[in-house]
């Protein structure tokens, strides 16, 4: 089919002496290489009451109908589209997930991820932003901290089923700190189903108290690994490979991608604890709320199952 293209000021113009000289409208649409039907709705659409034509006039009503020639917002068309992502904004879905899940119920519809994006940034969803219900609120975050420890196992001596995430069971672990001196949380996920477990530690972060805290995190989980960052607060890592009976494994200074998994799920736990908070305030109740909330959470490299879905099957066979 040819491409339509809109009259031009030029065009307009011509128009206007062509039916000065009283050509008819077929024979203007010939000179013009227009169709007779594009020349007839120009005339009609834009001409004057008197039977005129002025171009300049015409023009003008164009751009009148091309500014109101808006489509129409379609979180305002779709109603039931709307309810579904107010709903899951409530449990901090991001739109991403959102628009699978969407497209999972609907399989004939189609939804981008920056639809909802724009949404947020467009403040179109009354009492919904970016910084209130987007995990990162909007900006990435990325602390890179270490301190050395002698490791007796490298990140580069795990067996192939590790790096591969073969099985439930091989943990990555970290702490983040609140306020100086307000407390830091033990943080603790499973490579394979991305199952999240948190413990508290009100006060400092001693290897005897992060040794209790991963010890507390990791209570009736299976677990045959543990790959931790070179933190000072792991440098007892050898009283607790006895405690856990499994192989604790060091990633290289300066590497937080070598425990990917672990470094995203703390960058998405700073929207529920941001950086200064006062973790003495906490209870365990309240880090349990929040493993629910991102526990249950699709995740996209699960193809849109949850941690629960995946942790809970393995366990159950």
Aim: hydrophobic residues 30%.
């Amino acid at each position: 089919m040819q491409s339509y293209e809109h009259f031009t000021l030029v065009e307009r113009e011509m128009l206007r002496i062509k039916l000065q000289e009283g050509k008819s409208l077929r024979q203007i649409a010939k000179e013009m290489g227009r169709s007779a039907s594009t020349i007839s709705r120009e005339y009609r659409r834009n001409g004057n009451k008197d039977g005129g034509y002025n171009p300049w006039w015409a023009c003008s009503l164009y751009l009148h109908r091309r500014k109101r020639c808006v489509r129409k917002y379609r979180l305002d068309a779709e109603p039931e589209l709307l309810a579904f992502t107010l709903s899951r904004l409530e449990e901090y879905w991001s739109p991403e997930i959102i628009a699978a899940k969407w497209k999972q119920q609907q399989p004939n519809a189609k939804l981008s991820p920056s639809t909802l994006y724009a949404a947020l940034k467009g403040k179109r969803l009354a009492g919904y932003s970016e910084r209130t219900h987007l995990l990162r609120r909007g900006k990435r975050k990325f602390c890179n901290h270490h301190n050395s420890v002698k490791p007796q196992h490298s990140i580069h001596q795990r067996p192939e089923q590790i790096e591969l995430r073969r099985r439930i069971g091989d943990w990555e672990g970290d702490t983040i700190r609140g306020g100086v001196g307000k407390g830091y949380i033990f943080t603790c996920i499973d490579r394979k189903s991305r199952y999240l477990t948190l413990s508290l530690l009100p006060r400092t972060r001693t290897p005897q108290a992060t040794n209790a805290a991963i010890r507390n995190a990791l209570e009736g989980m299976p677990c045959h690994s543990l790959t931790l960052d070179n933190g000072t607060e792991f440098s007892h890592h050898q009283q607790l490979e006895r405690i856990l009976d499994a192989t604790i494994y060091f990633a290289d200074p300066y590497s937080p991608w070598q425990r990917g998994s672990n470094e995203n799920i703390n960058g998405m736990l700073r929207f529920f604890f941001p950086k200064g908070a006062d973790f003495r305030l906490l209870s365990q109740n309240d880090l349990d709320r929040v493993c629910r909330l991102l526990n249950h959470r699709p995740r996209k490299c699960l193809g849109w199952l949850s941690p629960h879905d995946i942790f809970s099957a393995a366990c159950c066979t």
